[in-house]
């Protein structure tokens, strides 16, 4: 079975090729925070302060660290990254990426269930 997405409270399973409009639209909505879940029970988190975004691959086990897409020349740190509980974050520029990285990147998570060969990439298990 192939590995489908699904945005929760959007209809039905979602298409790579949609994706970045539906993240761009929820962004633009104020909604900094999407969770995209696996039909192989693994999520996507993605927040975003409008500029910079972490992407997140979780596995389906409570607890997994994860990994993240990182910025290796990243300095400093962003704020605004809002989480849905309404918690306002800060994070190392290193932790985030700019917004058409993490756009591109949820984009071949969607696809091909991995992070494009060419992204910057670490894992925290």
């Given at each position: 079975m192939q590995e489908q997405w699904q945005i929760g409270d959007e209809p039905g399973?979602?298409?790579a090729s949609t994706v970045v409009e539906l993240i761009e639209r929820r962004v633009s909505q104020g909604t900094m925070m999407t969770w995209l879940e696996s039909?192989?029970?693994r999520t996507i988190a993605f927040v975003s302060n409008g500029s910079r975004a972490m992407v997140m691959l979780l596995e389906h086990n409570d607890g997994d660290p994860g990994e993240h897409?990182?910025?290796p020349e990243g300095i400093g740190s962003s704020d605004g990254f809002v989480l849905e509980n309404g918690q306002l974050d800060e994070y190392p520029d290193r932790d985030t990426v700019?917004?058409?990285e993490?756009?591109?990147i949820?984009?071949?998570l969607v696809a091909?269930?991995?992070p494009p060969g060419d992204a910057s990439?670490?894992?925290d298990r």
């Open positions: 399973p979602i298409q039909s192989l029970g897409a990182i910025d700019p917004m058409c993490a756009l591109r949820v984009t071949h091909e269930g991995v990439w670490q894992v």
